[in-house]
């Protein structure tokens, strides 16, 4: 693995990424929020790459927002326009193709922030005709999958990208049962703190899983302000110090 460590300058800061719009999914629901005002560099996003698959991601720029925006931005478009390429040809194999995408990630990350940037995702396509995910988990927290046998968790599978130019994460697939659930969530989620008076430590992964159990998975978004709202109550007036963000895939058919 090599590193393209240089001196850091500011990155640009002018270019915003695109809000994005969930693509529909045949037999799937797919949503994403934000708990509060965004101050670092959680980014999510989805395009559909084929007339069968959907690409989805949730990342995690370090840093503060303010110096980020230039970052997520390019992170994105490298995202749209390099997964439609690997994802649209027709002798697709998904597991290279996403570790491709990761590379392309990678380098284009250390380039824009002009050295090492450490930025955790979880990425994955969707195969709407075989129920199918293919994911990556760069260092992020896990992705929590529920079903009925439980929950599984889809955990880091390499190291997270923006550090090393040729650093490669493997791609595992898994398959998504009807009424199955995969949540992501971000570390300012897992790691905020509770209230001062009453609660203490942390949100912690476990009480995550254990509000997946009992959370409505009958679309992506009342599952997302499910798990956004017990984090607001966890925390009441605690400040933000870090993006608290959750991703949500639903498999309704």
Known sequence: MRS????????????????TVFPKIAGADIAGA?????????????????PERVLF???????????????????????????????SRPDLNESDAMTQLCLHLNRKLIEVARGVRS????IACYHEKFGTLCYTNAG??????????????LASTGLPLGLFSHATCDAPTVGLAKGAALLLVSRGLIECEGRKDDSTGEFGLEQAKQLLLTAPTANAQALCAFILDAIGKFSAATPICDDRTALAFVRTA
């Not at 992020?140 to 968790?153: C, K, M, N, V």
Request: aromatic residues 8%.
């Open 57 to 87: 991601g949730l990342l995690d720029v370090a840093g503060r927002r303010d110096d980020n925006r230039g970052i997520l931005a390019a992170a994105q478009e490298i995202f749209r326009k390099n997964g439609s390429e690997l994802f």
């Open 34 to 50: 934000f708990a509060g005002q965004r101050v670092a560099g959680d980014f999510y996003d989805s395009i559909r790459v084929s």
């Open 4 to 19: 393209l460590f240089r001196s850091r300058a500011p990155a640009p800061t002018s270019v915003e990424p695109v809000p």
């Open 140 to 153: 992020h927290t896990p992705g929590l999958l529920r079903d009925g046998t439980g929950i599984t968790e």
């Open 119 to 122: 930025c955790p995702a979880f």
